[in-house]
């Protein structure tokens, strides 16, 4: 028997897991058949749906529902949790390895494909600032949008029992880097929820709290427009939220965040959401990238110059038809993301039956952003929104956006009753550490030495 035509996915993100989805319906009869096989290769066994994330770590949403269980979605592909760490398409082949290479001690398994879909997504675009690697919290995966809500209601807790006024400070100082879309939001959704949790302190009110969004350039949410952005900037200050514009982060060494406007803040805080770059693997690869290490695509979504190669979202440059300008790519976001996977998919099955290949083509629409409870910004076909109109337009396009029916019945029914009964204030901490109480009660007693004779 002939072995099945292999495509490997690489990768459980947006494109990764709606590239296989659509596959898995495209090419039903030949995966029934045996002549096709899929396999997803991602880190995680689920996809994030990132859009979410400010609204779990204010508890908004519950952390199981902001994530799609991969193995339930794609059920005719093989996963495989794990890493791909090279790619030798000249060959065929990724070098990857598995949770169980590590305990088997064999080192990494090779894997051949015929067909190879790339969708790493991106990861947190870091500067060499003294004391980021140690003391900063990033803002991507679903875990740290809950360690750092823990976090922050964990530093309230210290403001509430310390009598050092310069920890209490510090304790009640939060510093955001980056004014995109994941730093406002953030902000924006933890400000609200602290300042609602302040109410449960007897000694902790919320303009003790001290909120800092540090942004390099001069505006913050490009995406929705210079006038909905100053907006933005006038709602954030308006709620005695520091945005310091065209000032940078120079240094967070020792728990003080040192500004490039002299500015010294002693923080417990600091959370750096100043931009993303293309997945390690794409360097590890024989394929060609830009200058920003980005794979360089065709408006098919194939990569250039390569046969059976495949790239869509974050990874890859793909040439934005619709714009008319010579040499401008499509921005790397969900919009774009999540309709270039269902376009990839079609090219490849069009491309195993020798039929001819589409052209991904989609006019940004714009965006919206929310700005916590009923605050929001949108531009969407050249209209502004601002204020609730905005918030509400954000929930609904997410809510049309996140994957399967049981997640948004879900999450539909989690923001009903959020509306009906109190915010939830625990703060679930433990979570990162699951065994140290057990640890601590099964350590050898100390040794205090021989006890003294009666």
Known sequence: MTEPARILVVGGGYVGMYTALRLQRQLRTELRAGTVEIVVVTPDPYMTYQPFLPEAAAGSISPRHVVVPLRRVLDRCRILIGEVGSIDHAKRTASLSTLATEEEGTGGIELTYDELVLAPGSVSRTLPVPGLADHAIGFKTVEEAIGLRNHVIEQMDIASSTRDPAIRDAALTFVFVGGGYAGVEALGELEDMARYTA????????????????????????????????????????????????????????????????????????????????????????????????????????????????????????????????????????????????????????????????????????????????????????????????????????????????????????????????????????????????????????????????
């Open 199 to 454: 109410r449960y302190y007897h000694n902790v009110k919320p303009e003790d709290l001290r909120w800092v969004l540090v942004e390099a350039s001069d505006r913050i949410l490009p995406e929705v427009g210079e006038t909905m952005g100053k907006y933005a900037i006038r709602e954030l200050r308006g709620r005695n939220i520091d945005v310091r514009l065209e000032t940078r982060l120079e240094s967070c060494e020792d728990r003080v965040a040192v500004l490039s406007d002299g500015t010294r803040l002693p923080t417990r805080t600091v959370v750096w959401t100043a931009g993303v770059k293309p997945a390690p693997v794409l360097a590890a690869t024989d394929l060609p990238l830009n200058e920003r290490g980005r794979l360089r695509c065709t408006a098919h979504l194939a990569v250039e110059g390569v046969e059976h190669a495949w790239a869509a979202g974050d990874a890859a440059a793909v040439p934005d038809v619709t714009s008319g300008e010579p040499g401008k790519e499509c921005a790397p976001n969900a919009q774009h993301a999540v309709r270039q996977a269902k376009v990839l998919a079609e090219n490849i099955a069009a491309s195993l039956a020798g039929r001819p290949l589409t052209e991904y083509a989609h006019a940004y629409v714009g965006s919206v952003a929310s700005l916590g409870l009923h605050k929001g910004v949108a531009h969407v076909y050249g209209r502004k929104l601002k204020g609730y109109p905005a918030w509400f337009m954000h929930r609904a396009y997410h809510l049309s956006r996140v994957p399967t029916f049981n997640r948004k019945a879900r999450v539909l029914a989690e923001w009903t009753l959020s509306g009906l009964f109190k915010r939830e204030i625990v703060s679930l901490g433990s979570l990162e550490h699951p065994r140290a109480e057990f640890e601590l009660a099964a350590a050898p007693p100390p040794d205090h030495g021989d006890k003294p004779s009666s």
